[in-house]
């Protein structure tokens, strides 16, 4: 459980999701990836404080600790993930200059030789790059991969990889194709988040990959409250507003056909 919220923290916006600074530093854990222990106890402070920081701080917080620890990988790939996030933040000319540029960033990673397709720090540099590159079917069809090879990670891969993916399809009016991709990503998410403890149900909640996965199913009236009462309240919200709308049910294709035919 607790290397499954670690990789919650560590998937695409879950920075600000759900916090597990709590999680066990073991040879198995990805903590354990940062091998200078100053460097680690930071990042984990970091992270502990991210749901209360703005993007920018939250940017230039990392970015400070990239520049006094710029041998730990993790730190930089973390760099560059949210470097890219906070570009989510911005128009649409930054978005995508920052997203280049953290693609740039995580380019030597992706390249790396790795000892094995399971490796943790190999995933989670895809896991970031697949994402800022508009890869989601490979992020998708990667964490199927991981899955299958039982290593760690892979349901958030899944989970964003086929939420957006799921997007792209409805954008182009492939219901029933984006329905489909929606539906397992769906899963994911619920297997995640146990949606009957109320801190993890939140958590949910406020996970937009998770509401589009809702409103792409047929459940469009629950996902629109969701996105109206929960998100929209959420501490990242308004920095968020414009990324946002590409979650929000009353845009999708799906949830617009269903009005349609119900006459709602």
Not at 53 to 78: G, R, V
Not at 104 to 133: C, E, G, T
Request: glycine letters at 6%.
């Amino acid at each position: 459980m607790k290397r499954r919220l670690f990789w919650l923290f560590f998937s695409v916006l879950g920075f600000l999701i759900i916090g597990c600074s709590h999680s066990p530093v073991d040879d198995e854990s990805p903590w354990s990836l940062i091998k200078n222990e100053e460097a680690r106890r930071k990042y984990m402070m970091v992270q502990a404080a991210a749901g209360s920081m703005s993007y920018k701080k939250l940017y230039f917080n990392i970015k400070l600790l990239n520049e006094l620890y710029p041998d730990e990988d993790i730190i930089t790939i973390t760099h560059a993930g949210i470097y890219g996030d906070y570009g989510q933040t911005l128009n649409e000319e930054k978005q995508r200059q920052y997203k280049a540029e953290a693609i740039q960033m995580l380019k030597p990673f992706v390249d790396k030789s790795y000892p094995s397709k399971i490796s943790q720090q190999r995933i989670l540099a895809y896991n970031q790059y697949y994402y800022h590159s508009g890869q989601f079917q490979k992020q998708y069809e990667y964490g199927k991969e991981i899955m299958a090879l039982k290593g760690q990670g892979g349901e958030v891969l899944v989970g964003v990889g086929g939420s957006m993916r799921a997007l792209e399809l409805d954008q182009n009016n492939k219901i029933l194709q984006a329905r489909v991709m929606a539906l397992e990503a769906r899963q994911i998410w619920e297997n995640l988040y146990d949606l009957s403890i109320p801190q993890m149900r939140q958590a949910a909640y406020q996970n937009s990959f998770y509401i589009s996965t809702l409103a792409l199913t047929g459940e469009c009236s629950q996902a629109q409250e969701v996105f109206d009462t929960t998100l929209k309240n959420s501490q990242h919200y308004s920095e968020m507003e414009r990324w946002y709308q590409k979650f929000n049910p009353k845009n999708l294709n799906n949830c617009q056909s269903k009005r349609q035919l119900t006459g709602q």
